[in-house]
């Protein structure tokens, strides 16, 4: 028997009809028994801009709105000659924004559960749509597979956090067994919706923005998949944005725990979260370019061959460094308790902290977390003060807290860089810093440089 592919297909390998052709023509190529695709390109955010203006009461607006992501799939529909009963599904969901939209309008009010339907609709669409092209490309090659557009609500059960719902594992592999369990007998292609979820009260959520990679690796878990796929637009994971490093390369390897560093500390290719079911599960994730699928893509898994000591590098901007101070702290205990309890208390998630005597930092990765109630009750314990405009960079890679002279040749390289605080120690994958934030780049091209052109590491 084949091996069991569940893969994902991201915004832009949705663009256009030929873009749909084409990814359809990589999971024919590979054999992936269940796909999951995003939204098609921009959809989400019309939709998210759709409920806001219908909830500020500017309908002619929201009518534009709704204008452009009905011609949007209209088009790729009629590109891709859908069949009547697609065409049907596809006009039932146009109702259905348009009535969702209609409501927030009347209502004055898109909660975040509201707004998780009317989110749900871009994957909904989509895969309608996706399902043809599918179609399309089996018949092409004499296929007999039959394409299945399958509901993934049935089985993603979710809690009620809405607009970041979290997914209930357990339930879930229960409800794969159930409706998901054919796969295996290589008749079916599956397609469906990433993104989107379903509470035991069959209230729809979404896992949040990017969310697709996840909900493909939350798949590949419940059905026990042998390879996650994750198609995008790039030729898997480089050693650092091209963006901000023309130098980047692409890595062909890397191992789980390097790549949760990587895209927990902002490598953009990977949702953080994909890698937790595939870590759970041992699945190897393949990411490769749906525009390019002969480039070699990236591995990410368990057991690597090389392990160099620094294999990439992130950029992640906008951060603020937080910093209590109370003469209090000296040699009491239950301090970083009490500041743990505030921040969890107000939902925010602290990345790096370093400690002195009587004084802790913390760093947040985006200052709208930090409102002014989150403030005064940190004031209650100790002096708060804020920094803005910083940067964090991490460096990836292995053996990072054992390995002698490491801190020096970083710092030789941005010597004239000031460091404004330094997180070593917890990981052996993990060397992390702050910079200002206009320096940001110009230390990780020198980095790069330094680590990865002239290191002797053959990464490609
Ligand atoms: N369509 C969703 C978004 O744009 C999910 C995804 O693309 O992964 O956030
Ligand atoms: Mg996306």
Not at 78 to 84: A, C, R, T, V
Not at 232 to 240: K, L, M, P, Q, S
Not at 380 to 407: K, R, Y
Not at 417 to 432: D, E
Request: aromatic share 6%.
């Amino acid at each position: 028997m084949g091996q069991l592919i569940v893969s994902k297909f991201g915004g832009t390998s949705m663009g256009d009809a030929e873009c749909m052709l084409r990814s359809a023509e990589v999971s024919f190529r590979q054999g992936s028994s269940l796909i999951a695709v995003s939204a098609t390109s921009g959809t989400t955010n019309d939709l998210i801009a759709l409920g806001k203006t219908a909830e500020a009461q500017v309908w002619p607006e929201a009518e534009k709105i709704l204008t452009k992501i009905e011609s949007r799939h209209r088009k790729i529909a009629e590109d891709l000659q859908i069949s009547g009963e697609s065409q049907k599904k596809l006009e039932v969901l146009f109702e259905e924004m348009n009535s969702l939209a209609k409501g927030v309008y009347l209502l004055r009010d898109c909660s975040t559960k509201a707004m998780d339907t009317l989110m749900s609709l871009g994957e909904r669409m989509s895969s309608v749509l996706f399902a043809e092209a599918m179609g399309r490309v089996l018949t092409k090659h004499g296929s007999t597979k039959k394409v299945e557009l399958f509901d993934v609500r049935t089985v993603l059960r979710t809690d009620d956090s809405f607009g970041k719902a979290k997914a209930l594992t357990g339930e879930i592999a229960t409800l794969c067994s159930q409706h998901l369990g054919f796969l295996r007998d290589g008749k079916r292609v599956v397609v469906t919706q990433g993104f989107i979820g379903m509470t035991e009260d069959g209230f729809t959520t979404t896992l949040g923005r990017g969310g697709s990679d996840y909900s493909a690796a939350i798949l590949a878990e419940g059905v026990a998949a042998d390879v996650l796929e994750i198609w995008t637009d790039v030729a898997g994971i480089a050693t650092t944005d091209p963006r901000l490093c023309p130098q980047a390369k692409p890595i062909r390897e890397i191992s789980f725990k390097e790549a949760s560093e990587l895209a927990t500390f902002g490598a953009k290719v990977l949702h953080p979260a994909t890698l937790l079911p595939a870590i759970r599960k041992n699945i190897p994730v393949f990411v490769g370019s749906s525009f390019d699928s002969e480039a070699k893509g990236t591995w990410v898994r368990k057991d690597v061959e090389d392990h160099p000591l620094i294999r990439a590098m992130a950029l992640r901007k906008k951060q603020v460094l937080v910093t209590l101070s109370t003469p209090e702290m000296l040699h009491a205990h239950g301090f970083l308790f009490q500041i743990f309890k505030i921040f969890n208390d107000h939902k925010v998630s602290i990345d790096a902290i370093t400690t002195s005597e009587i004084s802790v930092s913390v760093t947040l990765d985006d200052s709208t977390l930090l409102n002014k109630k989150l403030i005064s009750d940190l004031s209650q314990i100790a002096e708060v003060q804020v920094e803005e405009n910083l940067s964090l960079i991490s460096l990836i890679g292995n053996n990072i807290n054992h390995t002698p002279g490491l801190g020096k040749q970083i710092f030789e390289a941005i010597s004239d860089i000031n460091v404004r605080m330094i997180c070593l120690g917890a990981s052996k994958h993990n060397f992390c810093f702050l910079v200002n934030e206009d320096q940001g780049a110009e230390a990780v091209r020198r980095l790069h440089e330094c680590f990865i052109e002239a290191g002797t590491e053959e990464m490609g």
